[in-house]
């Protein structure tokens, strides 16, 4: 069939090379070794047919089945594959992709912040339509309890990391508050600050989740103080998490199932 004028044509691929992937990405949904009978289930396959690829998935190593006890896993392949992807990985790269697009979305300046030796550092920032009464220097270091980034870190990091440099930023904040910051950012998913690094400037922050022990990035939206209306918080904050979620995708987070609630 011919595409309409105008229609982009559907590019052809290989459909034996998709279902292989989608054994592969039923082997991802456990924490470890999995049955014939699990992963027919998850990938939505009869055995006698998953049976095959994971015989041709084994044989080139991208999976193993365990002599003792008929389990399947990743393979050696797959082991080395993952680990050069990773070395590979440019995260703040990556991110930084989806910046032009938030800020033209809501307008507003955007930033992106990784976790420094003293804190949250800047390490791209976009402006966006409405004037803002700061200059910010790539490189610079924002502080964990008084800015919308430091608080996402604040609720992300173990404290280990956050209380030496805490206590060394002062701000009038009882350790119940700065308990009630973490709780907030939990419950959202984002942290909100007015006036807390630069007066007149609000900002909200989420943050940007990675893979294995690599510590999370941080995005914020900045406004002018009179332009943030409930309103207005409400529909960037829904497009910040909209943001942060893909870039964390893009990554390669992957976020834990939902635990299922206990019955009273």
């Known amino acids: 069939m011919s595409a309409e004028p105008g229609e982009t044509p559907a590019r052809q691929g290989i459909q034996s090379v998709e ?5 592969l990405r039923a082997m991802e949904q456990f924490a470890g070794p999995a049955s014939l009978t699990q992963l027919a289930a998850a990938s939505g396959m009869q055995p006698s047919k998953i049976h095959r690829y994971l015989v041709s998935l084994g044989r080139i190593g991208l999976l193993s089945q365990s002599p003792s006890s008929g389990l399947y896993d990743f393979g050696p392949a797959m ?5 050069e992807a990773l070395r590979r990985m440019d995260e703040v790269g990556l991110a930084s992709e989806y ?3 938030l800020r033209d979305r809501t307008r507003h300046a955007v930033n992106l912040a990784v976790w420094g030796d003293h804190g949250p550092v800047v390490v791209r920032w976009d402006y966006g339509s409405y004037a803002l009464p700061i200059t910010v220097r790539i490189g610079a270091t924002l502080p964990l309890l008084t800015s919308s980034v430091g608080r996402v870190y604040l609720a992300h990091l ?3 990391l956050t209380d030496p440099i ?4 002062p701000a009038a904040l009882t350790a119940a508050e700065i308990e009630q910051i973490k709780q ?3 419950r959202d998913g984002y942290a909100v600050t007015s006036g807390g690094v630069i007066p007149g400037v609000t900002s909200v922050a989420a943050p940007v ?8 990035l941080a995005v914020a939206l900045a406004l002018p103080e009179q332009h943030a209306t409930p309103d207005v918080l409400r529909d960037i904050s829904a497009e910040l998490l909209e943001t942060t979620k ?3 995708a893009e990554i390669g987070h992957q976020p834990e199932p939902a635990r299922p609630r206990r019955r009273r």
């Not at 279902?19 to 054994?23: H, L, N, P, R």
């Open 19 to 23: 279902i292989a992937m989608t054994v």
């Open 99 to 101: 910046l032009p697009g």
């Open 79 to 83: 082991r080395r594959l993952g680990a």
């Open 209 to 216: 989740f990675t893979t294995g022990e690599s510590l999370p």
């Open 158 to 160: 173990p404290a280990t």
């Open 246 to 248: 893909a870039m964390s």
């Open 184 to 186: 907030d950012v939990h």
């Open 166 to 169: 805490a206590a060394t930023q």
